[in-house]
């Protein structure tokens, strides 16, 4: 049987093993590195995943899918005096998917690197040989483990323009299994009764064309208490890859 000095490093002190692993994260790509730490950064640092939807009116066609990135609440501000609002970490990171089913459904799933899943079914009301504008109908469901759902229901509005794509959209919260006293403590600091019971947000953004993907940029206003002065701004960057 082999002894234990014969296994690499095994008779190594540990210093010197950790400066063995180095160079093989210096041989990465600088982009690869940079991702890493983005993603790393978000996970350890990022709040609350805001309300980016990063699509338009359209939905896949049966038999596509595509494989999307997020960058939640790059910029978050609140519109009022009365209440505040802060985040741990500079971004909220989410990776997903969808995939074109018939009847012009499309379904989805959505990870918020932390602790939130998602999923989600669209329609697209109008049919496609119609091109003045594209309207889906959008339903959300969101898991935050350990702490509460809810479901997010509404409408997008979009318009193709040689692929460009400005889209504007509507969405309603229903907090399933909440209380006020899971927000203690969280983002959000005067307003957490209202923001529970009384959630909207209406959004507008820009699909731009890429090879093979789209580009989304986003600013949504999240508003309570039916007072749309009453809420926060959001800013998002989101990317759908489309391989198939």
Request: net charge positive; charged share 20%; proline share 5%.
């Amino acid at each position: 049987f082999p002894t234990q000095q014969s296994f690499r490093g095994a008779g190594e002190p540990r210093s010197v093993r950790r400066q063995n692993r180095l160079p093989v994260l210096r041989e990465l790509p600088v982009k690869i590195r940079l991702i890493l730490v983005l993603v790393t950064g978000g996970l350890l640092l990022s709040g609350c995943a805001a309300s980016g939807n990063f699509y338009s009116g359209r939905t896949l066609e049966e038999g596509k899918y595509s494989v999307g990135f997020g960058l939640d609440d790059i910029a978050i501000k609140s519109t009022d005096k009365s209440f505040s609002v802060s985040k741990s970490g500079p971004f909220v990171p989410s990776i997903g998917g969808a995939a074109g089913l018939p009847w012009r459904f499309e379904l989805g799933m959505r990870y918020y690197l932390g602790n939130l899943f998602g999923v989600s079914l669209r329609h697209q009301v109008n049919p496609r040989s119609f091109d003045i504008v594209d309207l889906s109908l959008n339903l959300h469901y969101d898991l935050r483990l350990g702490q509460y759902s809810d479901l997010r229901y509404g409408f997008t509005l979009s318009k193709n323009i040689h692929e460009f794509e400005p889209y504007v959209h509507y969405t309603a919260f229903y907090f399933l299994e909440s209380t006020t006293s899971l927000f203690d403590n969280s983002f959000i600091t005067g307003a957490v009764e209202t923001y529970v019971n009384s959630n909207r947000c209406i959004g507008v953004g820009i699909a731009l064309p890429a090879k093979k993907a789209k580009l989304y940029l986003e600013v949504n206003h999240q508003y309570f208490g039916g007072d749309i002065k009453h809420g926060i701004l959001h800013f998002g960057i989101g990317l759908r890859v489309f391989p198939g």
